[in-house]
């Protein structure tokens, strides 16, 4: 069983486009997370919800909403997709939040915007 | 905030030992020291952390100094399957938001 699973794996779309990343964790886990790889590899948070409350929302374009439902699932929906917007997404879950507990980290969505 | 700054690439070869420094100068006493290995077109994967001294584990050892400025994650004889992007990552112990910060990421190329 997969512990922290994305859909889709690729996404390809037009600019102006809205998009949703679905993620998944069996886990158990409280802490969710949202991570933008971009194309130099920098890894960068976006948004984390603990126990399906935001907790982190860092510097992120309002056109970027995430949803968690429960606590095993953290959304992200993508309005009015732009060029730059082309990266690889990365969900993750912790049991706890805090930079002491480990995160696991899905496969990853890679969005190409064209 | 703690940033982390990490060598871009390394090269090895096989059977050697690995040692990557990451330098976090305004670590905080909360902040623990993770670090990740990340293959290619998959997520990052757990390797190790600590907080202070040294931490060892079946995959590689850790070592922070006193001052914990920096640190350096050591690798015993890698073979080829370790060639991957490695992040360090500082963290406070309880806080959930603005210190979870990963470094650039150091790419080590193992070679036969």
């Known amino acids: 069983d997969t512990a922290v699973s994305q859909t889709p794996k690729y996404l390809v779309t037009q600019m102006g486009n809205d998009k949703s990343i679905k993620c998944e964790q069996n886990?158990?886990?409280?802490?969710m997370y949202w991570y933008k790889q971009d194309s130099k590899k920098f890894l960068k948070i976006m948004f984390s919800y603990n126990n399906k409350e935001l907790i982190i929302n860092e510097t992120v374009p309002n056109r970027f909403s995430p949803k968690s439902p429960d606590k095993a699932h953290l959304n992200l929906h993508i309005n009015s997709l732009e060029l730059g917007d082309s990266a690889v997404y990365f969900c993750?879950?912790?049991?706890?939040?805090?930079?002491?507990?480990?995160?696991?980290f899905g496969p990853g969505t890679r969005l190409t915007v064209l | 905030l703690a940033k982390t700054t990490q060598p871009i690439s390394m090269d090895s070869y096989e059977g050697q030992e690995v040692n990557i420094t990451c330098s976090h100068n305004?670590?905080?006493?909360?902040?623990?020291i993770t670090w990740y290995q990340q293959f290619p077109s998959q997520g990052p994967r757990f390797i190790i952390q600590?907080?202070?001294t040294k931490v060892t584990n079946e995959v590689a050892s850790l070592f922070i100094p006193a001052d914990r400025k920096s640190s350096t994650l050591s690798l015993p004889r890698v073979s080829l399957s370790d060639t991957a992007v490695y992040y360090c990552l500082v963290g406070d112990r309880k806080a959930a938001g603005n210190k979870l910060t990963f470094g650039g990421g150091t790419r080590v190329l193992v070679k036969p």
């Open positions: 993750a879950s912790s049991q706890r939040q805090g930079g002491s507990n480990e995160q696991f």
């Open positions: 600590g907080y202070k």
């Open positions: 305004n670590i905080a006493t909360n902040d623990y």
């Open positions: 886990l158990g886990h409280d802490t």
